[in-house]
């Protein structure tokens, strides 16, 4: 018998809430979480404004001995880890099922961005005998999965992967398929990123990537609009639970939506442009689809990476056309991004869940600042206001510096 591969839990920790429920109710309801920089003095910065987590104790999830032994993005992955489990009905410590049979896959984009400022700091106005000797298993990608999967117990697959903003997608991704090819019954997957310091907005400063619109941040992530500028950095965690569709049903656990497909391609083309005619993701699309075994048609809702840079939004909105055809102009489509800021490798995590909301409560969440419509970007992508809609299948996309393309499928349940 074919494994089926289900979702049971989720998980977030996100600027425009600390939880599933709080991002769902900010996103159908149009609340952006950008605002000016509070970490550290920004003034000196081309951008001065991001997605930072707020209200966030992490002394709620771990001791403060333990929280100091870890960067910034294991922390959000922690807190969005147990909520994904309690979501999912299972213990903290797993004594309810098998725990040689879960595994976990929790990437980040770039890690331990906070431990690598704050230690060579230290090199440089200390000296070498000054640094932390928990400096690397601090900063290394890795460790946010290294860090549940030690917490919970989980002995089955364990690693990180590292795509860029295509992270957390890659990450489910590859989850659906340990699950469905029978390695393991239950992972725990997404992503977790902490980059909103100093060395990590100049480096993305000096890409000029980024937003300028210092003096009116609720307004400056403007996916698919003809006045977009660049994207806004955010930070946090979104974690999910997929399981064995039989394995959830035996222990009665709520099923929230079903993976269905997943596509992954590149495109040989360059470290940060995408591929004209985003040309690697439309292959990825299809190759979702086949897996999936479904018609451009039945898509209902997509979630695109819609970062707000005017070359993504121009070669997404391209393959989207390209792998859908004329259905393209009637599917719903909208960038989450311009209320959460761009989470970079936690981003996947935090839209596939997005998706499995749109898929329960058939409410499609808006494109906010959309007010100049780009010839280049012609198609529906949601402007302003959440639109009801009943949806089956929903799609996220996630594209990452160095052509890495990822696409979910999600199908409702």
């Given at each position: 018998?074919?494994?089926?591969?289900?979702?049971?839990?989720?998980?977030?920790?996100s600027?425009?809430?600390?939880?599933?429920?709080?991002?769902?109710?900010?996103?159908?309801?149009?609340?952006?979480?950008?605002?000016?920089i509070?970490?550290?003095?920004?003034?000196?910065?081309?951008?001065?404004?991001a997605?930072?987590?707020?209200?966030?104790?992490?002394?709620?999830?771990?001791?403060?001995?333990?929280?100091?032994?870890?960067?910034?993005?294991?922390?959000?992955?922690?807190a969005?880890?147990?909520?994904?489990?309690?979501?999912?009905?299972?213990s903290?410590?797993?004594?309810?099922?098998?725990?040689?049979?879960?595994?976990?896959?929790?990437?980040?984009?770039?890690g331990?961005?906070?431990?690598?400022?704050?230690?060579?700091?230290?090199?440089?106005?200390?000296?070498?005998?000054?640094?932390?000797?928990?400096?690397?298993?601090?900063?290394?990608?890795?460790?946010?999965?290294?860090?549940?999967?030690?917490?919970?117990?989980?002995?089955?697959?364990?690693?990180?992967?590292?795509?860029?903003?295509?992270?957390?997608?890659?990450?489910?991704?590859?989850?659906?398929?340990?699950?469905?090819?029978?390695?393991?019954?239950?992972?725990?997957?997404?992503g977790?990123?902490?980059?909103?310091?100093?060395l990590?907005?100049?480096?993305?400063?000096?890409?000029k990537a980024?937003?300028?619109?210092?003096?009116?941040?609720?307004?400056?992530?403007?996916?698919?609009?003809?006045?977009?500028?660049?994207?806004i950095?955010?930070?946090?965690?979104?974690?999910?639970?997929?399981?064995?569709y039989?394995?959830?049903?035996?222990?009665?656990?709520?099923?929230?939506?079903?993976?269905?497909?997943?596509?992954?391609?590149?495109?040989?083309?360059?470290?940060?442009?995408?591929?004209?005619?985003?040309?690697?993701?439309?292959?990825?699309?299809?190759?979702?689809?086949?897996?999936?075994?479904?018609?451009?048609?039945?898509?209902?809702?997509?979630?695109?990476?819609?970062?707000s840079?005017?070359?993504?939004?121009?070669?997404?909105?391209?393959?989207i056309?390209?792998?859908?055809?004329?259905?393209?102009?009637?599917?719903?489509?909208?960038s989450?991004?311009?209320?959460?800021?761009?989470?970079?490798?936690?981003?996947?995590?935090?839209?596939?869940?997005?998706?499995?909301?749109?898929?329960?409560?058939?409410?499609?969440?808006?494109?906010?600042?959309?007010?100049?419509?780009?010839?280049?970007?012609?198609?529906?992508y949601?402007?302003?206001?959440?639109?009801?809609?009943?949806?089956?299948?929903a799609?996220?996309?996630?594209?990452?510096?160095?052509?890495?393309?990822?696409?979910?499928?999600?199908?409702?349940?």
């Amino acid at each position: 018998m074919e494994r089926r591969v289900v979702i049971t839990g989720t998980g977030v920790i996100s600027s425009v809430g600390n939880s599933t429920e709080a991002l769902w109710d900010a996103l159908i309801n149009g609340r952006s979480g950008i605002g000016q920089i509070t970490r550290f003095d920004a003034a000196g910065f081309r951008t001065q404004i991001a997605g930072e987590i707020k209200n966030f104790d992490v002394s709620e999830f771990i001791p403060p001995k333990e929280a100091r032994r870890l960067d910034n993005f294991c922390h959000y992955a922690i807190a969005a880890g147990d909520e994904a489990l309690n979501n999912a009905g299972l213990s903290l410590n797993l004594d309810n099922v098998n725990p040689e049979n879960v595994g976990v896959i929790v990437g980040s984009g770039i890690g331990g961005m906070d431990t690598i400022e704050k230690q060579a700091n230290v090199l440089f106005e200390k000296g070498p005998s000054k640094t932390s000797p928990l400096m690397i298993p601090m900063l290394i990608v890795d460790m946010a999965s290294g860090s549940l999967s030690m917490r919970y117990g989980a002995k089955g697959p364990n690693f990180g992967i590292v795509s860029a903003c295509a992270t957390a997608c890659h990450s489910i991704g590859e989850c659906f398929w340990i699950v469905k090819r029978g390695d393991a019954d239950i992972m725990i997957t997404g992503g977790a990123e902490a980059t909103i310091t100093q060395l990590g907005m100049t480096g993305f400063c000096a890409m000029k990537a980024m937003s300028q619109r210092n003096d009116d941040p609720l307004a400056a992530s403007r996916p698919f609009d003809k006045e977009r500028d660049g994207f806004i950095m955010a930070e946090g965690a979104g974690v999910l639970v997929l399981e064995e569709y039989e394995h959830a049903k035996k222990r009665g656990a709520e099923i929230i939506a079903e993976v269905v497909g997943y596509g992954t391609t590149g495109d040989a083309y360059h470290i940060t442009s995408p591929a004209p005619g985003g040309e690697g993701a439309a292959r990825a699309i299809k190759q979702a689809m086949k897996h999936a075994g479904i018609t451009p048609e039945q898509i209902g809702y997509i979630n695109a990476h819609g970062t707000s840079t005017p070359l993504n939004d121009k070669f997404e909105t391209a393959a989207i056309k390209t792998a859908l055809g004329d259905h393209a102009y009637k599917t719903a489509i909208s960038s989450t991004k311009s209320m959460t800021g761009h989470a970079l490798g936690a981003a996947g995590g935090l839209e596939t869940i997005t998706c499995t909301q749109v898929l329960r409560n058939g409410i499609i969440p808006p494109t906010i600042n959309y007010e100049n419509p780009d010839p280049e970007c012609d198609l529906n992508y949601t402007p302003n206001e959440a639109v009801e809609k009943e949806v089956e299948y929903a799609m996220n996309i996630n594209l990452g510096f160095g052509g890495h393309n990822g696409v979910i499928i999600l199908k409702k349940v």
